[in-house]
């Protein structure tokens, strides 16, 4: 399944396939393959896709304890001045992704599952680089404030 996602030409198409699973659980869960994100993460680009995945059809799936938003390192190898390789890491959250493909209606849906289902102080580090565009964009923040995240 997870290898059908990265063969889709369209984004109408990882809707499609995303709709077809009756239980979305394997998008939600973290895989070694790809560097323990999990599917959200990776579909963040797209807004039908996060808002059919956070649809609250699937609220008895959405649990603190086990969180679907949070930071991920993506490690790739840069040739440094004196010609040696060196591991460089990049960390970036799923709201990074979405803010960088403008997808502003995915971010709003983020922002209310994280605030509904992950409500606590360890959910502000989702913010702390990205709460200055947030509101640059217009997207919606006040109920963060109003949340046990800040």
């Not at 059919?52 to 991920?72: D, G, R």
């Not at 990049?90 to 990074?96: E, F, L, S």
């Not at 997808?103 to 702390?128: C, D, P, T």
């Amino acid at each position: 399944m997870l290898q059908s996602v990265f063969h889709c030409e369209t984004s109408n198409d990882v809707l499609k396939l995303v709709e077809m699973q009756g239980n979305p659980q394997i998008f939600y869960s973290a895989y070694l393959e790809l560097e323990r994100r999990n599917m959200v993460s990776i579909l963040a680009f797209d807004s039908m896709s996060i808002k059919s995945l956070l649809s609250e059809s699937f609220e008895e799936f959405f649990t603190s304890e086990f969180p679907i938003f949070y930071k991920n390192k993506k490690l790739w190898v840069k040739k440094g001045k004196d010609g040696k390789l060196r591991n460089c890491y990049k960390i970036y959250t799923a709201i990074d992704v979405a803010l960088e493909n403008n997808q502003i209606r995915a971010v709003g849906i983020m922002i209310e599952h994280i605030v509904k289902y992950q409500n606590n102080f360890v959910s502000s580090f989702l913010f702390r680089k990205n709460l200055i565009p947030l509101m640059m964009k217009g997207i919606e923040t006040a109920n963060l404030l109003g949340s046990n995240i800040f």
